[in-house]
Nanobody
Framework: QVQLVESGGGSVQPGDSLRLSCSAS????????VSWYRQCPGKQRELVAIDTRFGSTNYADSVKGRFTISRDNAKNTVSLQMNSLKPEDTAVFYC?????????WGQGTQVTVSS
């Protein structure tokens, strides 16, 4: 019943923008902490942005000022607006929802930034 699906990835050039979306089904994500992670080639999965259930947001230093996490409660989605993309942003991006001691992950969407 619970499912998260990421979309919006693609191949872009440095300096371009992308908007990733994570669509939730089976629960209402507005009640929970949501986050975006990415896994760069050959690296550990890392936290990129988080919007807590208390309403605070935080970003990895590497994306601060360029990425914005937000929710659309009417659509039951969470998005990640990515501006001024760099080659080092290339990764598979995942959304995660924290529900008490449980967590739910999407399948990931590929972002490739190259010239």
């Amino acid at each position: 019943q619970v499912q998260l699906v990421e979309s919006g990835g693609g191949s872009v050039q440095p300096g371009d923008s992308l908007r990733l979306s994570c669509s939730a089904s089976g629960f209402t994500l507005s009640r929970y902490t949501v986050s975006w992670y990415r896994q760069c080639p050959g690296k550990q999965r890392e936290l990129v942005a988080i919007d807590t259930r208390f309403g605070s947001t935080n970003y990895a230093d590497s994306v601060k000022g360029r990425f914005t996490i937000s929710r659309d409660n009417a659509k039951n989605t969470v998005s990640l607006q990515m501006n001024s993309l760099k080659p080092e942003d290339t990764a598979v991006f995942y959304c995660k929802i924290q529900v008490a001691d449980r967590e739910y992950w999407g399948q990931g969407t590929q972002v490739t930034v190259s010239s």
